[in-house]
């Protein structure tokens, strides 16, 4: 099982937009450039699949959206089911349980390039460096 990343940039269709104010050549060009990057990530998927791998795609609208990885994860989680015939349903219920739900959404911003990622990323490192208490003022019930 894989995710195949496909960044904003990934078919560069700011070409396609822009090939309408281009010379003919250069929008031919631009359009060829971007069906090329299509099919060779259909070849290789196709590949991959033959292989016997399956690749789910995955947009940064699909991890920047809140809740996005979980509910990529969780898809995930359903190929494998399906495919391997095993039963991921504990794996499934840690999706759902709060507070890790916000915890986990905000390590996965962190690790994602761009201003957000590093941006949420430096909040965190700030966060772990502030004192925590110490064991001594906990009480620990039994």
Same mark, same amino acid.
């Given at each position: 099982?894989?995710?195949? %990343?496909?960044?904003?940039?990934? %078919?560069?269709?700011?070409?396609? *937009?822009?090939?309408?104010?281009?010379?003919?050549?250069? *929008?031919?060009?631009? #359009?060829? *450039?971007?069906?090329?990057?299509?099919?060779?990530?259909?070849?290789?998927?196709?590949?991959?699949?033959?292989?016997?791998? !399956?690749?789910?795609?995955?947009?940064?609208?699909?991890? %920047?959206?809140?809740?996005?990885?979980?509910?990529?994860?969780?898809? +995930?989680?359903?190929?494998?089911?399906? !495919?391997?015939?095993?039963?991921?349903?504990?794996?499934?219920?840690?999706?759902?349980?709060?507070?890790?739900?916000?915890?986990? /959404?905000?390590? +996965?911003?962190? #690790?994602?390039?761009?201003?957000?990622?590093?941006?949420?990323?430096?909040?965190? +490192?700030?966060? #772990? /460096?502030?004192?925590?208490?110490?064991?001594?003022?906990?009480?620990?019930?039994?």
């Amino acid at each position: 099982m894989g995710i195949n %990343y496909d960044g904003g940039m990934h %078919y560069d269709l700011r070409s396609i *937009a822009e090939a309408t104010t281009m010379e003919p050549n250069e *929008a031919d060009e631009a #359009l060829a *450039a971007v069906r090329r990057a299509i099919v060779d990530d259909k070849r290789r998927d196709r590949d991959l699949w033959l292989r016997g791998l !399956t690749v789910l795609p995955a947009t940064s609208e699909d991890l %920047y959206q809140p809740r996005g990885p979980d509910r990529l994860m969780g898809q +995930v989680m359903e190929a494998i089911e399906r !495919t391997a015939g095993r039963d991921l349903s504990l794996q499934r219920s840690v999706l759902t349980r709060q507070p890790f739900v916000r915890e986990r /959404q905000r390590l +996965v911003w962190s #690790l994602l390039p761009g201003e957000r990622g590093r941006r949420i990323s430096q909040q965190l +490192v700030r966060e #772990l /460096q502030r004192p925590q208490g110490h064991v001594e003022s906990c009480i620990i019930a039994l």
